[in-house]
């Protein structure tokens, strides 16, 4: 079925935002009293899932949705630090150009999104879902479906988790994950079907392809 809305992920696949994220969490950390990750290795910490990463920290599953608004403040704070993607916008820009609808679906701010994309690119965006909740991605993306009206087949989701493959997986939507974002390559390539993105520019071509094997 050929591809019709792309859904795209903010932080870690627009938005190179994993170092702030870092500072953010150990600062968080020193606040709210779990374990920093002050001096651990960077890799190890890709590797996990989000569930993982919130063991490791020791951060109980009813602190989750306060440690969430605690990092949008602080995230934003320093949103000065953040920045696309090469190849973000003018890729954007193609695929809108090309016909697709595009959403963004995030845990950030609408702030957030346009300080970062800027507000001409923000505009290209047919659907906005923000303040998402940690492991509330599948809930946003049925409510996309039913505001849509469109089959699972025929959405794609872009993303750089382990969360996001899931969440695109459960509701039956297609799923392309990055290279470059918050997970390592290999933790999340064995959660993907197809091979990753490497580059944000390949995504019209690797779309195109898919439509065309599709049809």
């Given at each position: 079925?050929?591809?019709k809305l792309?859904v795209?992920?903010l932080?870690?696949t627009l938005?190179?935002?994993?170092?702030?994220?870092?500072?953010?969490?150990d600062?968080?950390?020193a606040e709210?009293?779990f374990r920093?990750?002050?001096?651990?290795?960077?890799?190890?910490?890709?590797?996990?899932s989000?569930?993982?990463?919130?063991?490791?920290?020791g951060?109980p599953?009813?602190?989750?949705?306060?440690?969430?608004?605690?990092?949008?403040r602080r995230m934003f704070?320093?949103?000065?630090?953040?920045?696309?993607?090469p190849g973000?916008?003018?890729t954007?820009?193609?695929?809108h150009d090309?016909?697709?609808?595009?959403?963004?679906?995030?845990?950030n701010?609408?702030?957030a999104?346009r300080?970062?994309?800027?507000?001409?690119?923000?505009a290209?965006?047919?659907?906005l879902?923000?303040?998402?909740?940690?492991?509330?991605?599948?809930?946003?993306?049925?409510?996309l479906l039913w505001t849509?009206r469109?089959a699972?087949?025929s959405?794609t989701c872009?993303?750089?988790e382990?969360?996001?493959a899931?969440?695109?997986?459960?509701?039956?939507?297609?799923?392309l994950g990055?290279?470059?974002?918050?997970?390592h390559p290999e933790a999340?390539?064995a959660?993907?079907?197809?091979?990753?993105?490497k580059t944000?520019?390949?995504?019209p071509?690797?779309?195109?392809?898919?439509?065309?094997m599709?049809?």
């Amino acid at each position: 079925m050929t591809c019709k809305l792309v859904v795209f992920d903010l932080d870690g696949t627009l938005a190179d935002s994993f170092d702030t994220f870092r500072i953010c969490l150990d600062e968080a950390a020193a606040e709210h009293g779990f374990r920093s990750l002050a001096g651990e290795d960077t890799q190890h910490i890709r590797r996990m899932s989000s569930r993982q990463l919130m063991d490791h920290l020791g951060v109980p599953i009813w602190k989750v949705p306060t440690l969430a608004v605690d990092m949008r403040r602080r995230m934003f704070a320093r949103i000065d630090a953040i920045r696309p993607f090469p190849g973000a916008d003018t890729t954007l820009r193609r695929l809108h150009d090309d016909g697709f609808a595009l959403a963004l679906l995030t845990s950030n701010t609408r702030d957030a999104a346009r300080a970062v994309l800027g507000a001409d690119t923000l505009a290209l965006f047919q659907h906005l879902h923000c303040r998402t909740s940690l492991f509330g991605k599948r809930f946003k993306l049925r409510e996309l479906l039913w505001t849509t009206r469109l089959a699972p087949q025929s959405v794609t989701c872009i993303g750089d988790e382990i969360r996001d493959a899931d969440a695109a997986r459960a509701v039956g939507m297609g799923f392309l994950g990055v290279a470059w974002g918050y997970t390592h390559p290999e933790a999340l390539q064995a959660h993907c079907d197809a091979p990753l993105l490497k580059t944000l520019e390949a995504l019209p071509e690797r779309l195109s392809c898919s439509s065309t094997m599709a049809s």
